[in-house]
């Protein structure tokens, strides 16, 4: 089969497909460039070969959208191994993305059928179970992110968690470059900053959590979880895109009897979905984390210093932007109705700060966990008067007072507001 006999525009994809929205940008001929999408990555190659047996045509992928250079094809369910993500990523995101007649592709989007989300448990707490667990149930959660991120040892460490859930923060959580170092091993700081957690819960009489990183290699990476959850420990936090699809499937399977919350962390996310042009979106990552089973998962804030501009990071967390499939107003990617599947809770951090919490209210709305590390931690008083500071800020976001006139009222978040205003 040729190229082109992969494109067949007039095709209505079937109940069981799986559905790709591609940016392509070719060398030359955009037919010519989505027919060698389709093809390498179903049954075709660069050439016609003598050892095609009848019948195999009916696994073709087909496009059957061009608009622009974005493409739509749809793949027949039986080309995939339906519970095996890495298979599956290996067809639809694999040798096409090196091919020499293509300047540029994007998997900007995958629609995954019932059949195929059958296979998969999904989210173990979601939303409302983090919530249940908290005892938070009408705002956004306030975390924070123990800084700086390298360096202290696993007392210091506690004690800035501590001071961070004396002011007000119902989570505090390891970065993503913290695992077992020798200024700070993983077991000592687990034990001590959970020791913080249960001092932090009698002071203030509020349920508080402590998300260690036990990002390693695979069978470390569940020895860390066990260690956890005989510590007492509720949740455990993993890099999702250095750890790989192999490692998240082992943790979630894993999970059904660790029964952690699992908190994902994209850090390194930008490799694949910075450039708009080639990689993949960060939708397609939160749609594969939602169906593993990850209960929460960073998606950008729209403001603060990470890049991502505000169309996609709403996108995951409303699914509003352009390059959605099948179009649903109410839907969201994290928390829409999907089969069996539990929501996900949608988690902003990167340089936010107590002056953002009506922003982010606002434009992604209340069930959302916002993670502050500079933004409390520099709080010229500290970081317990930072935490302070960002519950004040919620306090009235929630109650419809803007920040001005509870800072009145409220020295922490009056100071924050000062020093923040100053330093952005």
Same mark, same amino acid.
């Given at each position: 089969?040729?190229?082109?006999?992969?494109?067949?525009?007039?095709?209505?994809?079937?109940?069981?497909?799986?559905?790709?929205?591609?940016?392509?940008?070719?060398?030359?001929?955009?037919?010519?460039?989505?027919?060698?999408?389709?093809?390498?990555?179903?049954?075709?190659?660069?050439?016609?070969?003598?050892?095609?047996?009848?019948?195999?045509?009916?696994?073709?992928?087909?496009?059957?959208?061009?608009?622009?250079?974005?493409?739509?094809?749809?793949?027949?369910?039986?080309?995939?191994?339906?519970?095996?993500?890495?298979?599956?990523?290996?067809?639809?995101?694999?040798?096409?993305?090196?091919?020499?007649?293509?300047?540029?592709?994007?998997?900007?989007?995958?629609?995954?059928?019932?059949?195929?989300?059958?296979?998969?448990?999904?989210?173990?707490?979601?939303?409302?179970?983090?919530?249940?667990?908290?005892?938070?149930?009408?705002?956004?959660?306030?975390?924070?992110?123990?800084?700086?991120?390298?360096?202290?040892?696993?007392?210091?460490?506690?004690?800035?968690?501590?001071?961070?859930?004396?002011?007000?923060?119902?989570?505090?959580?390891?970065?993503?470059?913290?695992?077992?170092?020798?200024?700070?091993?993983?077991?000592?700081?687990?034990?001590?900053?959970?020791?913080?957690?249960?001092?932090?819960?009698?002071?203030?009489?509020?349920?508080?959590?402590?998300?260690?990183?036990?990002?390693?290699?695979?069978?470390?990476?569940?020895?860390?979880?066990?260690?956890?959850?005989?510590?007492?420990?509720?949740?455990?936090?993993?890099?999702?895109?250095?750890? +790989?699809? *192999?490692? #998240?499937?082992?943790?979630?399977?894993?999970?059904? !009897?660790?029964?952690?919350? /699992? %908190?994902?962390?994209? $850090?390194?996310?930008?490799?694949?979905?910075?450039?708009?042009?080639? +990689?993949? *979106?960060? #939708?397609?990552?939160?749609?594969?984390?939602?169906? !593993?089973?990850?209960?929460? /998962? %960073?998606?950008?804030? $729209?403001?603060?210093?990470?890049?991502?501009?505000?169309?996609?990071?709403?996108?995951?967390?409303?699914?509003?932007?352009?390059?959605?499939?099948?179009?649903?107003?109410?839907?969201?990617?994290?928390?829409?109705?999907?089969?069996?599947?539990?929501?996900?809770?949608?988690?902003?951090?990167?340089?936010?700060?107590?002056?953002?919490?009506?922003?982010?209210?606002?434009?992604?709305?209340?069930?959302?966990?916002?993670?502050?590390?500079?933004?409390?931690?520099?709080?010229?008083?500290?970081?317990?008067?930072?935490?302070?500071?960002?519950?004040?800020?919620?306090?009235?976001?929630?109650?419809?007072?803007?920040?001005?006139?509870?800072?009145?009222?409220?020295?922490?978040?009056?100071?924050?507001?000062?020093?923040?205003?100053?330093?952005?």
């Amino acid at each position: 089969m040729k190229y082109l006999d992969f494109i067949d525009l007039k095709y209505k994809p079937a109940k069981t497909d799986i559905i790709c929205e591609f940016f392509i940008e070719p060398q030359g001929s955009i037919r010519e460039a989505a027919g060698a999408v389709a093809s390498e990555s179903s049954i075709g190659t660069w050439t016609e070969v003598t050892t095609m047996q009848p019948g195999i045509e009916k696994l073709a992928a087909k496009v059957f959208s061009i608009n622009g250079n974005i493409v739509k094809i749809a793949y027949p369910y039986d080309l995939f191994e339906p519970d095996n993500i890495p298979q599956i990523l290996s067809s639809i995101a694999g040798n096409i993305f090196g091919m020499k007649n293509i300047k540029n592709l994007r998997l900007e989007d995958i629609h995954f059928p019932e059949k195929l989300i059958k296979h998969f448990s999904g989210p173990l707490y979601g939303v409302e179970g983090i919530r249940k667990m908290l005892h938070v149930h009408s705002r956004p959660l306030v975390g924070t992110i123990v800084k700086p991120k390298l360096g202290l040892d696993a007392k210091q460490h506690a004690e800035v968690a501590f001071q961070a859930w004396l002011g007000g923060c119902d989570i505090v959580k390891d970065d993503e470059n913290l695992s077992d170092q020798k200024f700070n091993h993983f077991q000592e700081r687990v034990l001590a900053t959970l020791r913080a957690r249960d001092l932090a819960e009698k002071v203030t009489g509020e349920r508080k959590i402590y998300m260690p990183n036990v990002t390693a290699e695979t069978r470390e990476m569940v020895k860390r979880v066990g260690f956890v959850k005989k510590s007492g420990g509720e949740y455990v936090m993993i890099d999702i895109i250095s750890s +790989g699809w *192999s490692a #998240l499937q082992t943790l979630a399977d894993y999970n059904k !009897i660790s029964r952690r919350v /699992l %908190h994902a962390h994209r $850090a390194g996310h930008g490799m694949l979905t910075r450039n708009k042009k080639h +990689g993949m *979106s960060m #939708l397609v990552i939160a749609k594969l984390c939602r169906l !593993i089973g990850l209960d929460q /998962l %960073h998606i950008g804030t $729209a403001i603060g210093k990470m890049e991502g501009p505000s169309r996609d990071v709403l996108a995951i967390d409303q699914e509003i932007e352009k390059m959605c499939i099948y179009k649903n107003p109410a839907s969201h990617v994290l928390e829409q109705k999907w089969f069996h599947l539990k929501p996900m809770f949608a988690v902003c951090s990167g340089g936010l700060h107590p002056g953002h919490v009506p922003f982010l209210i606002k434009h992604l709305g209340k069930n959302i966990i916002m993670q502050f590390g500079g933004g409390i931690h520099g709080h010229p008083k500290g970081t317990a008067e930072g935490a302070r500071a960002v519950r004040q800020a919620v306090d009235a976001t929630m109650r419809g007072i803007s920040l001005e006139e509870y800072a009145k009222k409220n020295s922490e978040l009056r100071e924050a507001l000062d020093f923040f205003e100053k330093v952005k």
